[in-house]
C-alpha cells in the first residue's frame, strides 16, 4: 500500500497551559519510506524542478499536498523547499531521537492547520539547523483559535533538541513551543531569529534550557489578517515557565503591541530565567513564584538585527546557505573535484535515459543545480540513470569512453555538448538467447533500446514490438541481440532457452514476472496541466511495460504489489492481473485501465 496504516496522534494534544494543541494528527499520513521514494519521483518532474532553478544550488522541492513526512531514529531530513503556495498542509514529525532535520525552507504563506515540525521522540539527541519558516501564516479559516504554529515539541518527548540558525516569523501560535521540556527532554535555541510570532516566539521552561545569541522581536500591529499573533496574548519574544531556570546569553528581545518583552511564568505555574548577558528593550513581566536574574552585561539597547548564519530566504535555507556564511558549502564548485564533468540536461518533452562508462573514477555532482537521485547508479566506472525536465551531474577523471541516450535530453561534458555517436557502441551491451531443442517463445524488454544483430538467423524471426521489446521464438540455435540500458523483463511464453548478458547468464525468473499478465493500467500525464505523482496495488502481479510506447523509468517503484510514481508529459504503463485493490492519483493525469488488453 502506497498509504501507511499507522496514526500519528487520534486526538489533538492537550497543551500545559490549557490550550488544544493540533499538531496534523493524521493529515494524509505517509510512512516515510514510501514517502521518500514518492516526493523523489513527484519533485524530480515538479513544474517547479526537482532541483533548484538557480546555478548551484542543489535541493528538492516538495509541493505541500497535506502529506506528513515521518523522521525516525538515526535518519536525516534535509535539502527540501517546501512549497507553501499551494494553500495545503506539510508537516515533519520526528518520532525518533539521534535525527536531523537540516537545510528545510518553508516557501509561502502557510494557510493550513498544523504545526510545521512537531517533536515526540523519546531519549536521544536532535537538530534541527538551518531552516526558514519566515514567510508566516494566517488564522484565517482554521480550527483553532490561535491558528497554525511553527515548531511544537510534545509532552513526554525525552530528547535534548538543539535549534540551530533558524528563522522564524508571522506564525500566530508560537515559533517554537517547547515548554514541556519539565516532563523530559531538554532545549537549546542558537543562533536564531524570530519576529511577529504569536503567543511567543521562543517559549520553553527546562533548568537544562538555553537561548544563545539569538534575536526576537514584534513590531507587527496587523492581528486582523491573522499574521504574527492573536489579540492580548500576542508578541512575547521569550515565555519561561514550568519548571526549573532557563538561561539567556548574548540574545536581544524587543516588547512590541504586546508590552512584555520577556515573561516568567503563567496560568499559577512560575518560570525562572537567568539573563546574563544581551540586550532588551520594554518590560519583563514576573508571574507569582516566578524570578528573573538580568545581569550586568546585559544592554537596554538590544541588536535586533538577524544573527550570522540565519538563511533569510527559504531557497538559501534548502540550498545550505545563509546570511552568515555567503556561499553553500554543498554547491560543486569544482575545487577539489575529479577534473571533468558529464551534465545530462533533460527536456520537458519526455523522458531521457542515458548510460555511460568512463576509464577512471565517477561520482556524482550537484554541478548547475543538477540534482542528486539514488536512483541514476552508478557500478564501477558505469553509470546508468534517466532525467525528465531536471538536470544529473557527475564528475569524473579520465576519459568518456561510451555514452548512449535514448530521449530529448543532451549531453555536455565539461561545457560542451558532445554526440553520442562518437562514443562506442550506441548499443553497448549484447543479449544471447540460445534454444534447447524445443519450440520456445519469448519476450524481452530493456528500459533502453533494443535490435536484432544475428547474422545466422533471418531478421524476421525476431518482430520488434517498439524499441525496447522483441517478441521471438526459436527452437535450435541462438538470437542475439545489442541494446541500451537494462533488461527489465524476460518472459516465456512456451518452452525455456538460455539467456546471457554481455556473456553472463542470467535467470530469467529474476526479470520481470515468468507469464504473460492479462491486463494494463497506463497513467497518461501528456495532457496533464503538470506533472502528476500516483500509486496503486494489485491482488495479483504486475511488472513495468511499455504498452502504448510508455516509458520504463527506474525511478517508478515497485515492491511486491504496490507501485508508486510519477509522470511529466509522458506514459507509464503496467502489466498485471487480478484487481486493483487501490489507487490514489495526485494531479491531473489521465488513467486508463485495460482489462484483457492483449487480446484488443
Not at 88 to 115: C, M, P, Q
Not at 144 to 162: C, K, L, N, Y
Not at 299 to 324: C, M, N, Q
Not at 478 to 502: H, P
Request: charged share 20%.
Amino acid at each position: 500500500m502506497a498509504r501507511d496504516s499507522s496514526v500519528l496522534d487520534d486526538e489533538p494534544t492537550a497543551s500545559d497551559d490549557g490550550e488544544t494543541v493540533d499538531d496534523g494528527g493524521n493529515n494524509d499520513l505517509l510512512h516515510r519510506r514510501s514517502y521518500m521514494k514518492l516526493a523523489g519521483a513527484t519533485t524530480a518532474a515538479a513544474t517547479l524542478t526537482g532541483a533548484a532553478s538557480a546555478a548551484g544550488e542543489d535541493y528538492d522541492v516538495i509541493e505541500a499536498r497535506g502529506q506528513t513526512v515521518r523522521v525516525g531514529r538515526g535518519e536525516t531530513f534535509e535539502n527540501k523547499l517546501i512549497d507553501l503556495t499551494t494553500g495545503e498542509s506539510f508537516l515533519i514529525y520526528v518520532e525518533g531521537a539521534n535525527s536531523t532535520i537540516r537545510n528545510i525552507g518553508f516557501k509561502g504563506l502557510y494557510r493550513g492547520d498544523s504545526f510545521m515540525i512537531s517533536i515526540n521522540t523519546g531519549k536521544g539527541d536532535i537538530l534541527v539547523e538551518n531552516v526558514y519558516l519566515g514567510d508566516g501564516a494566517t488564522k484565517e479559516g482554521s480550527s483553532f483559535v490561535h491558528g497554525p504554529g511553527a515548531v511544537f515539541m510534545h509532552r513526554g518527548s525525552e530528547a535534548d533538541i538543539t535549534f540551530r540558525n533558524c528563522n522564524v516569523q508571522g506564525y500566530p501560535n508560537n515559533g517554537f513551543y517547547c515548554s514541556n521540556t519539565p516532563y523530559g527532554g531538554s532545549v537549546r535555541f542558537e543562533n536564531c531569529f524570530g519576529k511577529n510570532n504569536g503567543v511567543t516566539t521562543f517559549r520553553c521552561g527546562s533548568a537544562d534550557d538555553e537561548i544563545v545569541n539569538c534575536v526576537a522581536y514584534n513590531d507587527n500591529t496587523d492581528y486582523g489578517r491573522g499574521y504574527g499573533g492573536y489579540g492580548e496574548t500576542s508578541g512575547r519574544p521569550v515565555w519561561v515557565w514550568n519548571g526549573g531556570t532557563v538561561t539567556i546569553r548574548d540574545s536581544h528581545f524587543a516588547d512590541g503591541p504586546y508590552p512584555y518583552a520577556l515573561v516568567a511564568g503563567a496560568n499559577g505555574s512560575p518560570g525562572s530565567v537567568d539573563f546574563q548577558s544581551g540586550g532588551y528593550r520594554g518590560q519583563i513581566h514576573r508571574a507569582a513564584g516566578s524570578t528573573v536574574s538580568v545581569g550586568s552585561d546585559v544592554s537596554s539597547s538590544p541588536d535586533l538585527s538577524i544573527p550570522d548564519g540565519v538563511p533569510t530566504s527559504p531557497e538559501a535555507a534548502a540550498a545550505g546557505s545563509s546570511s552568515g556564511s555567503g556561499t553553500d558549502q554543498s554547491v560543486d564548485d569544482g575545487s577539489n573535484q575529479l577534473p571533468n564533468v558529464l551534465l545530462v540536461d533533460g527536456s520537458p518533452e519526455d523522458a531521457t535515459r542515458y548510460e555511460f562508462s568512463v576509464d577512471g573514477a565517477v561520482e556524482h555532482s550537484n554541478y548547475e543545480g543538477a540534482s542528486v537521485d539514488d536512483e541514476d547508479a552508478i557500478d564501477g566506472s558505469t553509470v546508468q540513470g534517466s532525467v525528465a525536465d531536471w538536470k544529473d551531474a557527475f564528475r569524473f577523471d579520465g576519459d568518456l569512453t561510451d555514452l548512449t541516450v535514448d530521449g530529448p535530453g543532451s549531453i555536455l561534458v565539461n561545457g560542451e555538448q558532445v554526440d553520442p555517436a562518437d562514443y562506442g557502441q550506441q548499443l553497448p551491451h549484447v543479449l544471447e538467447v540460445t534454444g534447447r531443442g524445443t519450440p520456445t517463445s519469448y519476450e524481452i524488454t530493456v528500459d533502453g533500446t533494443i535490435e536484432l544483430v544475428s547474422d545466422d538467423e533471418p531478421t524476421a524471426e525476431a518482430t520488434t514490438i517498439s524499441g525496447s521489446t522483441v517478441q521471438s521464438s526459436l527452437t535450435d540455435g541462438s538470437q542475439t541481440f545489442r541494446f541500451s540500458g537494462a533488461v527489465t523483463d524476460v518472459t516465456f511464453t512456451d518452452g525455456e532457452a538460455d539467456v546471457t548478458v554481455d556473456g553472463e547468464p542470467i535467470d530469467p525468473s529474476e526479470y520481470g514476472d515468468n507469464e504473460m499478465l492479462p491486463h494494463a493500467i497506463v497513467v497518461d500525464g501528456v495532457e496533464a496541466d503538470g506533472p502528476s505523482a500516483y500509486s496503486f496495488e494489485v491482488d495479483g502481479t504486475v511488472v513495468q511495460s511499455d504498452y502504448e510506447g510508455a516509458s520504463i523509468d527506474a525511478g517508478d517503484v515497485i515492491e511486491g504489489t504496490a507501485v508508486r510514481g510519477a509522470v511529466g508529459n509522458w506514459l507509464d504503463a503496467y502489466w498485471f492481473d487480478g484487481s486493483i485493490a487501490d489507487f490514489h492519483l495526485r494531479g491531473d493525469a489521465t488513467i486508463d485501465v485495460q482489462y484483457n488488453a492483449r487480446d484488443q
